[in-house]
Every structure is written in C-alpha cells, then in structure tokens.
C-alpha cells in the first residue's frame, strides 16, 4: 500500500464502511475491499469498482459499491453536478461477472476480459454518496466465452442493465 492509499483509507465519508485493518485493501471510499473480491479478480483501486459480495449462488452473484464525490472519473463529469458515468456502471458490473466467474475458469491462464456489451440501458443517474447494487447472471458458457446479464439498482430503483460477454485473456509474461 502507498502513502496515497494510506492516505485514502483513512479519509471520512458519508458511508465509509466498517474500519480497514491493517493488512487491508482500502477502497476509494475507505471501506475495506472484501478479501474474496481481491482474491477473485486482478483490479485494484482506483479501477476496482466493487466493494462486498451480498450473496452469491453458481450463477447469480450479488454485490455493491459505495461512490464518493472523491473518485477520479467524476471530478470532471460534471463540475458542481457529478455523475458517476454510464461506462463506469457497466465496468462495476463486468467486475462483479468476473468474480462470479473466477471459480468457473482457471485463472492462471490469465485475465477475465470483456468481448462484447450489448443492450444497454441506463434509468437513473447515480451520483456521488449513492451505493449501487448490482446483480450479475450467468446464462450461457460456450467454451470459454461467459455471457451475463447484469441489472444496476439504487435504493431499489433500476439504474442500468447490460448484457455482456467476457473470455479470458492469456496473461503477459
């Protein structure tokens, strides 16, 4: 961990989460990452944009993230009325894919990736201090090609739904 993540996880927020320990990851809201997220999936903060799995099944997972107004991809979009970007929902979705999918493939042969992004649809804005829940399914695997769908909700409101597909990439090295 840097100075700057140091620094991040001890910044106070609306909703920061229980306390990081020690040895944590910290997310850019200062809640601890959960350790299965970590364990499952090669992004890190800034760009690691789910928090905690709720529930997870074979083919269905559950998780969530908490925006802050101190993300990098909204202190420009816009000035004095932030939104979190459309593209950045569906990459919180395409990770929580790949953590749902992280048990289904080996991950030494390399990185989940994303192939295709069809269908979407955005409902609602999301703004800095909103958590968005996404659930991320399964519904078809052809070799080593996974297709999902996933659904965005805040406070129980539709924000965006994506289909998706994703494969895994030969890693570098």
Known sequence: MNDSDSQRGSMTHANPGP????DAVASTTGAAIDPA???AI????????VERILERSDDRIVCEKTFTSDEFFVQG???GQPIVPGVILCESAMQSGAVLLSDKADASAGVPVATRI???KFKRMV???DTIRIEARLTERLADAFFMTAKI?????????????CAIAKANG
């Open 77 to 79: 979009h816009y000035p």
């Open 127 to 129: 703004r800095p201090g």
């Open 37 to 39: 997220i970590l364990a």
């Open 118 to 120: 069809n269908e979407v």
């Open 19 to 22: 306390a990081v320990p020690p």
């Open 153 to 165: 909700t805040v406070d129980g409101q539709l924000a965006a739904r994506l289909d998706f597909a």
């Open 42 to 49: 090669p992004h890190r903060p800034p760009m690691l944009l």
